[in-house]
């Protein structure tokens, strides 16, 4: 199975729409058994680098911030997006192939620990309401 991952500074990169590079892992049997990192090559919004991760082969996206378009992409592009993702690439895909990952269903990192500033109705925060959520102003994502 190929599992991809934006990365910047070895980091899960939190913008999946700008992302310009990501560490692909080939997971087997609970085991990372190889990673490479490719460039996107200058490609930019959720559209491009779906069809990219597509021709990489990826079935499975390990994420940090990423918006319910981007979400619905992957899903139709037949891969299984774990949103949400905080910290360092590597220990992520070790966590994915042992079967231990925690994500974020919301997909967007900003709501982990409670409310997102970034998420706004008319100026005021958002908290974890994000079924009338207008956009983040911080990431970009719906």
Not at 46 to 55: D, G, N, P, Y
Not at 102 to 115: F, I, Q, R, T, V
Request: glycine share 16%; with cysteine.
């Amino acid at each position: 199975m190929r599992v991809a991952i934006p990365v910047e500074n070895e980091n899960i990169f939190q913008h999946f729409g700008k992302t310009t590079q990501f560490r692909l892992y080939e997971v087997e049997n609970g085991v990372v058994l190889s990673s490479q990192m490719i460039s996107t090559g200058g490609l930019a919004g959720h559209e491009a680098i779906v069809q990219f991760l597509s021709l990489c082969k990826a079935s499975v996206v390990v994420c940090g911030g990423i918006g319910g378009e981007a979400r619905a992409a992957l899903l139709a592009a037949g891969m299984v997006c774990y949103p949400g993702v905080i910290g360092r690439a590597d220990d992520a895909a070790r966590s994915f192939a042992e079967g231990r990952l925690s994500m974020n269903p919301e997909g967007c990192a900003h709501h982990l620990g409670g409310g997102c500033p970034h998420h706004a109705h008319g100026g005021a925060d958002c908290g974890t309401d994000d079924a009338a959520c207008a956009g983040c102003s911080g990431c970009g994502e719906a």
